[in-house]
């Protein structure tokens, strides 16, 4: 064992002394971005916090989110922290797409999904509005008859699209009143359905074997949309995303899936194919200490004079994946066990909607943001702990159980590496709705990252 650690340590200069240490080695991704020891915890808690502080400005105050006069419009904190998303799901979903049947891929996606959103949405629907319903009318008289009412609320999004923004008028009795900047409860949950329609994609790719025998067909739609978002460059350089009057031209392929837009499904599809990019062909990326500091430069100079998700994104996806391997120790500790990332992200914006329904938001920015994060972070704790990671023990169900695979020790369930670089299934999370411990956004009307 000794001498095939120093020939490991020969070719590739990996710091073996422990999982917990920091790797400053020289090799490929595949190399150096398998197994569980990373920090994509801590940089997916970090996105959707980012979605949380972002959202507080305009939820809160009506004015615009952070980065938005930085980057001339472009985007801004919430939905790049959505582009973020889309990229570590494309490395991770595409990652669990080639090593599952179908059928079982599927299901693990629709548990780290649908479990949580619909908790979310009977607490939003049951919980939540009465309340705020009787803080406005003195009581609940009208509540439960309401045309759109918890009921059709519930029915109206169960299937990850929300068709219904609000509950027995709640948000329009607060924005009314002057204070929700809103016409949503939870808008943070459009970004879901784009999610999923990426699952789909990576679900065909993996039929068709595209993603083991035929991968340059992924590179092949990297380069098309690539191809596409330049050509929106050249006519609009600083182009700011999605624009509500944009919704004649959107796709509507069943009624419980709601409406696609093309620009969003190209920009999302962009930052999630290029995930999946990454992951196919990770032997023969480098993971470059100066790769890393230039592709964070390129992505703060993009912000600051243009073509953002021409040379940005791609610098973005780098960013991230080289944070997730380079980061110290103590990051890679939070989130390895315990992801409370998507709770953040789909409670988020109803917290700071019935912060701003009380009235909350009277004491000043920072006290409204730090109730914000703290009412989140509480709320995504629960639902971790109470429904994410109860459904995700259902994902074998039905399985034969699996033999350890070669090269790797079982201990309690836990499957880890028993080499540096050894090819295990990867970070417990991903996108949106990470595996397991496995999205997405939303800026007031239509969306900011809430994903």
């Known amino acids: 064992m000794l001498s095939i650690r120093f020939r490991e340590a020969a070719i590739s200069w990996r710091n073996l002394s422990g999982p917990g240490e920091v790797r400053w080695s020289r090799g490929s991704v595949a190399e150096l971005f398998s197994g569980r020891n990373n920090s994509l915890g801590f940089l997916r808690l970090s996105l959707a916090s980012a979605v949380v502080i972002s959202h507080a400005r305009i939820l809160g105050f009506g004015d615009k989110e952070f980065g938005h006069h930085f980057s001339h419009g472009q985007t801004d904190l919430g939905k790049m922290s959505v582009y973020g998303f889309f990229v570590l799901s494309g490395i991770l979903v595409t990652r669990s797409g080639k090593r599952l049947p179908l059928g079982r891929f599927l299901w693990h996606r629709a548990l780290r999904l649908l479990p949580g959103l619909w908790v979310c949405l009977a607490v939003t629907a049951f919980v939540v509005a009465p309340f705020l319903y009787w803080r ?94 330049v ?15 944009d919704y004649h031209a959107s796709i509507e392929f069943f009624q419980v899936t709601g409406r696609f837009d093309p620009d969003v499904v190209l920009y999302l599809g962009f930052a999630f194919a290029l995930g999946a990019a990454i992951e196919l062909y990770r032997e ?52 390895a066990r315990h992801d409370y990332s998507y709770g953040m992200y789909i409670y988020g914006f109803v917290v700071q909607q019935s912060l701003v329904a009380v009235g909350f938001n009277r ?43 070669p090269g790797t020790a079982e201990t309690g369930g836990a499957v880890r590496p028993a080499a540096p670089g050894a090819q295990g299934p990867g970070p417990a999370q991903a996108g949106l709705a990470p595996e397991a411990p496995e999205p997405v956004p939303a800026n007031g009307g239509h969306a900011g990252a809430t994903r």
């Not at 359905?193 to 039929?207: D, I, N, S, T």
């Not at 100079?301 to 103590?330: E, K, M, N, T």
Request: charged content about 15%; glycine content about 12%.
């Open 363 to 405: 004491w000043g920015f920072w006290p409204y943001l730090a109730m914000s994060l703290a009412g989140a972070l509480a709320a995504a704790v629960l639902s971790w702990h109470l429904v994410e990671r109860p459904s995700m023990r259902l994902k074998d169900l039905g399985s034969p159980p699996r033999a350890a695979r």
């Open 136 to 229: 406005q009318q003195g009581g609940l008289g009208g509540f439960w008859g309401h045309s759109e009412g918890p009921w059709s609320y519930m029915s109206s999004n169960w299937a990850v699209a929300p068709r219904q923004n609000d509950v027995s008028g709640v948000v329009a009795s607060a924005g009314a009143s002057g204070l929700a900047h809103s016409p949503s409860i939870d808008a943070a949950l459009w970004s879901l359905r784009y999610e999923v329609l990426c699952y789909f994609g990576v679900a065909l790719l993996a039929v068709t074997g595209a993603l083991t025998r035929a991968r340059r067909i992924v590179l092949l739609i990297v380069g098309v949309m690539g191809l596409l978002i």
């Open 231 to 245: 050509r929106d460059a050249l006519d609009v350089p600083f182009w700011s995303g999605f624009d509500d009057s």
């Open 284 to 335: 023969r990326i480098p993971v470059s200490d100066q790769l890393g500091v230039a592709s964070g430069l390129v992505f703060l100079g993009s912000l600051r004079f243009g073509y953002f998700f021409v040379i940005g994104l791609p610098a973005f996806a780098y960013l991230l994946l080289w944070l997730a391997i380079r980061l110290p120790a103590p990051f890679r500790r939070i989130g």
